[in-house]
């Protein structure tokens, strides 16, 4: 039975047969907007190879990867510096935990407003979003470095830099990361949002013009590109937390 | 410091902020368009609360939001401590949650739409879809970490299957699926938004979009401030219960 949880061959026959049955009860009469995985693929195959959904992708990685970049390392570096300073941390967290069960996307209006119906409102709202899981995770990260460490560190002679950045920061970095990986799932989640609400470019746009144009095959191609799209940059930052991290033994996926 | 500099330095910055903003708006800088007065959004966040058809939006948004949610919660568990009891169970669905987890849920919101139709159908399955995930997940840890000697005492102790399952793996696992909870609720209340925003006629979503196009940039605001509260007020409450339910277990939780 061990070898249950960790063979692979289970959960790829699974996906196989859902793939298989899909094919098969899209070969009867059927949905317009059903469309059997063999279209799908060679649509999507279809799709790259003409260029169509290259543009898209890149526009809507402009988007999101700043407004992720802008976000979490203002919230990593503001909780880093609220989990050491008291005072710091007395007067911002309050509003942060108070703000964090808000819905972001309440802001893309004023944003618009304020910003135009452009990129830069885009940005920060992910950014705004990105802001807040980095933000508590680092602070929480920090809080919870071992005192034992620090004083030991302080009586061995360092400074407070020193002391922050060898001690504080690598007890804190598991947290981080976890942090980041919500962060990165959120600034996806709402980029396609607000280019779904508006937008002429990324891939959000192209499922909502696929849609109302009852292009179902873009349609699909979107949603993959979508999820492939949030699938691989997971894979990456998992990648490199495991460079980052490889001192520590706890591994939890 | 004394006492009350120290009761009040929680609301410094908002209070701060909250100046900042009259005295822009004030001082003429900016158009009333972009930085309306406090007083002009508390007025309209005032009828936005008083009169009946603006309360029926909020209504509708709140509705959506809770049946999603309550759906993936009694789904969620149910996934959740299967996959924490069984290990057939946890070989099938944990590399699936793996999966699709970091998968944005929200692109299939157009497939919804032609499943379920344009109403609360569609934006309630997406609710159930996005709160499922968290709830399982920290169900499962939860269900997985329950103590064993705990169990092997009431199998000892001639206790059935389904007696151990409620006596000692729910009660366990209780604070873990609270800490779900307080994940997926925020969720929830984002996605109802996000799918208001995106195609409706009624819900606050909508009420915020319409407001923009109508350049009522008041309103507008005082249905952010609503929705804020809205959100406020769902994690309030989730914390009332659970402290209730689970009084004898405090998590510790990033956001306790």
């Known amino acids: 039975m061990g070898s249950w949880r960790s063979s692979k061959t289970v959960p790829l026959l699974l996906l196989a047969g859902a793939v298989v049955l899909w094919e098969i009860a899209t070969l009867g009469p059927r949905a317009d907007f059903v469309l059997p995985p063999t279209e799908i693929a060679r649509d999507v195959v279809g799709a790259v190879a003409s260029g169509e959904l290259l543009p898209h992708v890149t526009a809507s990685l402009t988007r999101a990867l700043p407004g992720f970049a802008l976000g979490s390392f203002a919230g990593i570096v503001l909780g880093l510096v609220a989990g050491v300073v008291t005072g710091f941390a007395e007067t911002v967290s309050p509003v942060v935990f108070l703000t964090y069960p808000v819905p972001k996307v309440v802001f893309l209006p004023l944003f618009m407003l304020w910003f135009g119906i452009g990129d ?9 979003a990105c802001f807040y899981p980095c933000f508590i995770n680092a ?3 920090a809080r919870a470095t071992p005192r034992l460490l620090v004083w030991s560190a302080l009586n061995m002679g360092a400074g407070r830099l020193t002391v922050f950045r060898k001690v504080v920061l690598p007890c804190a970095l598991p947290l981080v990361f976890a942090g980041l990986r919500v962060s990165l799932a959120l600034s996806f989640i709402l980029l396609f949002s ?20 009852l292009r179902f095959d873009l349609m699909y191609v979107s949603i993959v590109a979508v999820a492939a799209l949030g699938y691989a940059s997971d894979r990456l930052l998992l990648l490199a937390r495991r460079r980052a991290l490889a001192w520590q033994e706890a591994g939890s996926a | 410091m004394s006492a009350l500099a120290r009761a009040l330095r929680p609301f410094a910055l908002l209070a701060l902020g909250l100046a900042g903003w009259e005295l822009l708006s004030r001082s003429g800088l900016t158009s009333p368009l972009l930085v309306p007065s406090l007083g002009r959004i508390g007025w309209e966040l005032g009828r936005l609360a008083t009169r009946l058809d603006s309360l029926a939006e909020v209504w509708q948004s709140l509705h959506r939001a809770l049946v999603g949610f309550a759906l993936a919660a009694v789904v969620g568990i149910a996934i959740g401590i299967l996959m924490g009891r069984s290990r057939v169970a946890a070989a099938v669905f944990d590399p699936l949650l793996a999966g699709t987890y970091p998968v944005p849920k929200i692109a299939l919101f157009p497939i919804f739409v032609f499943v379920f139709g344009i109403g609360s ?12 995930y968290p709830i399982v997940v920290t169900t499962y840890a939860g269900s997985r970490a329950v103590n064993r000697v705990l169990v092997w005492s009431a199998l000892n102790m001639g206790a059935s299957p389904a007696r151990v399952l409620w006596r000692i793996v729910v009660p366990a696992t209780a604070p873990y699926i609270f800490a779900g909870f307080r994940i997926a609720l925020p969720v929830a209340m984002i996605v109802v938004i996000i799918t208001e925003m995106l195609s409706s006629a009624d819900g606050l ?15 507008m605001l005082a249905v952010a401030v609503a929705i804020a509260l809205l959100g406020l007020g769902l994690d309030r409450v989730l914390v009332l219960v659970r402290d209730r339910v689970v009084f004898w277990e405090r998590l510790d939780s990033y956001y306790a």
């Open chain 2, 121 to 132: 159908l569609s934006k309630i399955a997406l609710v159930f879809l996005e709160c499922l």
């Open chain 1, 120 to 128: 830069v409102s885009k940005i920060l709202v992910i950014a705004l």
């Open chain 2, 205 to 219: 979503g909508y009420l915020a979009m319409y407001s923009l196009a109508s350049l009522k940039t008041d309103r």
């Open chain 1, 139 to 141: 602070y929480y990260g």
């Open chain 1, 194 to 213: 607000t280019e779904m609400i508006n937008a002429r470019s990324g891939l959000g746009f192209l499922i909502r013009q696929a849609e109302s144009n």
